[in-house]
């Protein structure tokens, strides 16, 4: 961060299975702060779910991080009404991965079109889809999420190994940049990279500044 100009970060923990969250969570808030915003890790299915969420939120947590792709559910599975229900009820902002993987595992439990049931189905619900919506599978963000609405913003991590810069241009065109949270997947793509990548797109001034960290600062109530 301090090599690449940037502020701020969000941490977005990653957990697989149901059980030891708390460990996980309070590891991140121990290391949280001087620049470091820290988000929960949790299972839709765990059984102590509201009371994690009640934790972590009167920790000063503002949202959480899931991935249906290594925690093995489907976004639009009917069981996921209460994980949805709290998190709205707690004005938390839900990160998600979206889309596929570099491994092309067989199973791509987050598409854009389960997205887009969970989006009608809870138009309340503050949802940051991961990827620009879909990793390699923007064809169906067009098609499904970008239709839905909804309380959905997208972030730009990691989509440069998978789009050249006109296709990075014309889909956060058809986003919208006020929808748009820049986002570097760090360990994976370095911060500095990501960042100069958005700006060598060519985008205006108030643009740019609107993906790098306006956006984000209006979203989490930052100053």
Request: charged residues 25%; proline residues 7%.
């Given at each position: ?99 596929r993987d570099p491994l092309n595992r067989p199973e791509v439990y987050g598409t854009p079109e389960r997205f887009a049931r969970t989006i009608e189905c809870y138009p309340e619900l503050n949802l940051e889809l991961a990827h620009l919506g879909g990793l390699r599978m923007w064809d169906d963000v067009r098609k499904y999420i970008l239709p839905a609405r909804g309380r959905v913003c997208f972030d730009t991590a990691y989509v440069s190994f998978y789009m050249g ?59």
């Amino acid at each position: 961060m301090n090599r690449s100009g940037i502020a701020r970060s969000v941490l977005l923990p990653l957990a697989k299975g149901c059980e030891d969250f708390p460990g996980l969570n309070d590891w991140v808030l121990s290391v949280s702060g001087d620049g470091l915003i820290a988000f929960g890790a949790v299972h839709p299915f765990m059984s102590n779910l509201e009371q994690e969420l009640d934790r972590l939120a009167e920790a000063g947590v503002r949202g959480i991080k899931m991935m249906p792709l290594l925690q093995e559910f489907y976004p639009d599975d009917p069981r996921m009404e209460r994980f949805y229900e709290a998190v709205i009820d707690r004005k938390m902002l839900l990160v998600t991965h979206a889309g596929r993987d570099p491994l092309n595992r067989p199973e791509v439990y987050g598409t854009p079109e389960r997205f887009a049931r969970t989006i009608e189905c809870y138009p309340e619900l503050n949802l940051e889809l991961a990827h620009l919506g879909g990793l390699r599978m923007w064809d169906d963000v067009r098609k499904y999420i970008l239709p839905a609405r909804g309380r959905v913003c997208f972030d730009t991590a990691y989509v440069s190994f998978y789009m050249g810069p006109l296709e990075m241009i014309e889909m956060i065109e058809d986003i919208g940049p006020e929808r748009i949270l820049f986002g570097s997947d760090y360990p994976w793509e370095d911060p500095g990279r990501a960042a100069q990548i958005i700006i060598g797109l060519g985008f205006s001034e108030a643009d740019n500044e609107a993906i790098l960290w306006r956006n984000a600062a209006r979203i989490l109530g930052l100053e």
